[in-house]
Every structure is written in C-alpha cells, then in structure tokens.
C-alpha cells in the first residue's frame, strides 16, 4: 500500500510559520508535521509515498531525500500552487492512484499513529476517516446512515448549525482502492476538473460519487484518537497542547487557565463548577435571545447593579457586579488600607493582590487545615481586616453562618474589617441558606465585605459575574469607581435578569451536588494511597500517603487517562507534604474518576 500526501499550499494564515516556508514544515515541538506524518506511515507499513509538492518545495525534498525510514519517496510538483486547490494537486497524481491502494492524506494533519493503523486494518476497502464534530473544527463534514455509509459530504457554504448532532467531521485521511480509484475517483477527478476548473477541492468529487446508487465509500469513526488539522495559529497552539510531550503537557494545559472546551476528550476536575445548573430550559431561554444579546450593547454599571441586589435581595447601593470575583478583589485591593490577615492554603488571587496592603498568614497547625472561631479572633489581633473564605478553597472547611457572624462583631468592635468569600457557600449542607447576603445582615455590620462569584456555584463561568456587597457606602463608592461602565457583557446581565424564575431549580440543583459530594466523599475514602479531607464545598482536598509526588500523580491522569486534577505542590501552606484538589463533577465523571484512581497502580 502507498500514501499521497497533498503539500502544496501556502499556509498564508499561519504567519510568521511558513514565512518562507511551506506548511509542512512548520515544527511542533521539535519536528515538522512531515516527519510526524511520514513517521506514522512508516509504522503501517506503507511502502510508497508520494509527496505533492509546491511552495518552497525544494525545501521538502532537501529535508527528506529520496526515502524515509524504509519508504520510497516519490515528488510530484504543482508548478501554479498559488493560483489552483488541493483538486489539481490530487489531479497531477492520478496516475498513481490506479496504481495501489492508497492512503490519501493532506500535509497540514498532525494525528495519532493508531488512526492508521486501525484503518489500514478495517475490511472495507474505501474509508473516509471521520470524527463527530467538535466546536475547534471547520471544514467539510458528512452526515452518515446507520451503516456508516456517507450520504452526504457538506461543504462550509451549506453548514447549518441546527444540524451539529447529525455532522461528523472528515479527518482528511482516506483509505481509497485500486478498484475505487480506477473505476470511480479518477475519472470522477477528471471529468469534474474539466467541467469545473481546478480551483475546487478534491471532496467535492466524491461528494458526487457519494450521490451514485453504489458508491462504496464508507466512514471509519474515531473516538478517542487524537488530530488536528493546522490551518491558522489557534490550531497550531491548540495542536501544540494536545499533542504536547508527557512531560510538558501539564504545564501547557495549567497555562491555559480555561477554554477547554476546545479539547473535548478531557475531563476538568480542576476549575470548580456547578454541573447541575443551569438546566435546558433556562439554556434555551438564553439561546432564544442569543442574537439580540450578540448584536447589542449591555447595559451600564448601575443596571447591573440593580439586577444583581434583586438577585441577592439586597440595597442596589450595598452591591457591585464585576467581570468574575477577580475584578472585584483587584478592585477592593486599591480601595483597602492596613495589613490583611490570611489563612494559608488559600486561594491565590488574594495574596497576590493584597500583597502590597501588607499580609499576615496564619497555617493551622492539624492535619485538616481546620480552625476554630477562637483560632479567627486569636488571629485578627494583629492585622486591620481579616479574609474568610467560607467554605475555605482549598481545604473546604467550614464556619457556622453564627461563628462568622460573631467573628465579625468582634472586629467591628475592635474597628477592623472582615472580607468574607462566599464563592462555594451555596454547596454547604443548608445550602443557599447560609449566605450572609442579606440586607438585615450588612446593616448591622457594616464593616462586613462579602465577595462571591457567580461562576462556580450558578454553572456559567463563561459569563464571567461575581458581586461584592457591603454597607459601607463610602468603600462601595471607592470600590465602583475602580469598576467600568461596561465591565459586564448582556450573556451576564440577561442571565441576572432571568434568574429569578429558575432560582428553585437552582436550590435544588445546588442539593444535588451537595448529596453527590458525599457519596464521592465515601467513593474517595476508599482509595488507600488518599487522605480525603471532609469539605462542605465542591471539590476534596487529598493528601497523596503513599510516597507519590502530587505532580507525578496529576500528571498521569492527564497524559493517561485525559483527567485534569489540580495539583497544589509549592502552595503555601503545603510545604513539604503532596496535596491534590478533586472537583465533585456529575455522578458518571466522579464513579469514572474513582474508577482509575482505585485500579491503577501508582
């Protein structure tokens, strides 16, 4: 069997990368995609291959010679590259496809070598390679009957978006026969170049075989085999993370700080959110206003405001909306004055922007990282404001709503402040019931500042909403006017504004996840080689007791198994010691998860 590699291209959209220098030779972690491609043919088996070259050819051929690990190389070049599509480049080569079966492939692809290999090893003859479509694809798709014949190759001119669940995505690798080529593609090839020109792509002839009564072409699906087709920088920086060296590809993941949606196949027990909320149809309330919300201009500072104090029942003037809780703790950061007392682990964000106010830390001295209220008031007496993040991130201990509440009279009497972060309260065991937003709550204690986000318990942190509430009217002034007019996109005020009609699913789901985190407490128990630290939010603080570095471990479970857990070496607080954090996902990711973690031997 032989290969076809179409190489002719420019690669205009992938800038500086194939600045003089054709697509195929641009590198992804120390290789071109060439090599990379040329590597997995040759682990096929594939005798032959025939490389179409045109741009900067030459390079190409000085690169590979005339054999690579054992194939024969064989060039065939597009003279008018810049002014023809990849159908002239497959035309040009015709001759070779009567000539062998055939694997045809295009040179931007970087791919699992079992793709191959499990295609070359199908019984069918003529295979297009497929995979069900994904939001990081463009291009060609096919829709297939439930034999995997294709009946349809759909260009981008007539993608229709309402029909996503029906698309599979081609991989731009065929496995075409002699038989096929001879009495179907070729004279297809021919005829359709003839007609049409040779400024189409080679997919639209077998979008025409694919009409005939018999066509005999079918598609191979894949699952879990990794690919990427290299078009422009997005995909060569996704591609660089997917198929990232083991020992590089947890940083490259860490570095993202999100957007993983783009990478399908993992699982993301790292960022903490709601898997229970919102439900379908507040999703397609949303959905129905999409263009409206797309197309014009959210609305001010003040709307917000006034949509988030209906939201939390509480004065429009004691609540600011921000861009995530982020903002808004940059925000009181410059607003603030005195040293800030904080409780190590913590979450990072507050130490980084409190770091100039001047900070004091306190480490609890036992192996939960518990404290006390009397620990709290021993504490503050040496700072001006103290930060409570209850539940606590990443131990996930918890205060009584009447612990904090006397913690913070005892500081208002001392005239100091008390920052409360109530970002995972809605997980606790009473649930919604536990937060101190309340309008009789920051009257009587105006020297509260309570911070939550919006994206971990509420399930949207694509919207981007977290409020500060306090009755302190000249901090929340100085707060707002660090904050800017349109710091909130309409995606986030529309859900604000409709939130109201769905806040009893959102109590129940928020139930669900409580009752689903302590069957996974149990589930987690169970596993020797953790220490699972009891938590009233969403997420377990473990500790690894058999030896293992938490890096190494984390690392595994991504290269391996594609689970992202977070790992917690070099935090403060954990010195010395190996600590992971496991979000609570959905009963099926968490029993998956536990699964691997309980039968693997690390």
């Known amino acids: 069997m032989q290969a076809i590699i179409l190489a002719a291209g420019l690669g205009k959209r992938l800038g500086n990368l194939t600045q003089n220098n054709t697509k195929c030779m641009v590198e992804i972690h120390g290789k071109t995609l060439i090599e990379r491609s040329l590597d997995n043919l040759s682990e096929a088996g594939i005798s032959r291959v025939i490389l179409v070259i045109g741009y900067e050819g030459q390079k190409v051929i000085d690169l590979l010679g005339n054999s690579y690990a054992n194939m024969e190389l064989v060039y065939v070049e597009n003279p008018i590259y810049n002014k023809t599509n990849n159908i002239y480049s497959l035309y040009l080569a015709k001759d070779y496809l009567t000539d062998r079966d055939t694997i045809l492939l295009e040179s931007d692809l970087i791919y699992d070598a079992e793709i191959l290999n499990k295609l070359i090893a199908a019984d069918a003859p003529n295979l297009a390679v497929v995979a069900k479509y994904e939001s990081w694809m463009d291009g060609t798709v096919v829709t297939l009957d439930e034999n995997n014949n294709i009946l349809n190759f759909i260009p981008k001119t007539h993608f229709d978006y309402q029909q996503l669940h029906n698309y599979y995505k081609t991989v731009n690798i065929y496995k075409l026969s002699k038989d096929f080529s001879s009495s179907h593609y070729v004279p297809f090839l021919e005829a359709y170049c003839k007609a049409l020109g040779h400024n189409e ?15 005999d072409l079918k598609a191979y699906k894949i699952d879990t085999e990794k690919w990427y087709e290299i078009d422009d920088i997005q995909d060569y920086n996704n591609a660089e993370t997917v198929f990232a060296p083991a020992s590089e590809k947890l940083k490259m993941i860490q570095a993202r700080y999100g957007g993983y949606w783009r990478f399908p196949y993992l699982k993301d027990f790292c960022y903490l959110v709601n898997p229970y909320f919102p439900g379908i149809k507040m999703e397609n309330e949303i959905k129905a206003y999409f263009h409206a919300l797309m197309s014009e201009y959210p609305s001010g500072l003040n709307v917000q405001n006034l949509l988030a104090a209906r939201m939390f029942d509480c004065p429009q003037d004691q609540i600011v909306v921000g861009n995530g809780a982020a903002e808004l703790i ?4 410059s607003v603030l004055k005195g040293k800030v007392g904080i409780i190590n682990p913590s979450f990072n964000e507050y130490a980084e922007r409190f770091e100039a106010l001047g900070l004091e830390t306190f480490v609890p001295g036992n ?4 404290y006390s209220l009397s620990d709290l008031k021993s504490f503050s007496q040496s700072v001006e404001q103290l930060l409570l993040i209850n539940p606590d991130n990443p131990s996930g201990h918890f205060i009584p709503v009447n612990e904090v509440l006397e913690l913070a009279q005892f500081l208002a009497d001392a005239n100091k402040k008390l920052i409360l972060d109530e970002s995972f309260i809605d997980f606790s065991s009473e649930g919604p019931k536990n937060t101190l937003i309340k309008e009789e709550v920051l009257m009587a204690y ?3 500042i309570i911070i939550k ?11 981007r909403l977290g409020v500060l509430t306090c009755s302190d009217l000249n901090l929340m002034k100085k707060v707002k006017s660090k904050i800017s007019i349109w710091n909130v996109n309409s995606f986030g005020e529309f859900f604000m504004q409709i939130f109201e009609k769905y806040r009893k699913d959102y109590f129940k789901a928020c139930n669900t996840i409580s009752t689903e985190r302590d069957r996974f407490y149990t589930l987690l128990n169970n596993i020797e080689y953790l220490r699972v630290i009891p938590s009233q939010a969403n997420y377990f603080l473990c500790e690894l007791v058999n030896g ?15 689970l992202f857990i977070k790992d917690l070496k070099g935090k403060k607080g954990f010195e010395n010691k190996e600590y992971i954090r496991i979000a609570v996902r959905d009963g099926k990711d968490n029993d998956f ?7 693997r031997v690390w």
């Open 201 to 215: 792509y080679y997919e639209q002839v077998l979008r025409v075989i694919t009409l005939l009564e018999n066509s």
């Open 330 to 333: 940059n925000a009181l950061s």
């Open 367 to 370: 192996e939960h990282f518990s």
């Open 446 to 448: 105006p020297n509260l």
């Open 453 to 463: 986000s919006i994206s971990k318990s509420y399930g949207v942190p694509g919207f």
């Open 548 to 562: 293992q570095s938490s890096s190494e471990l984390t690392e595994k479970l991504l290269v391996e198994h594609d």
């Open 593 to 599: 998860i536990v699964d691997i973690l309980k039968n």
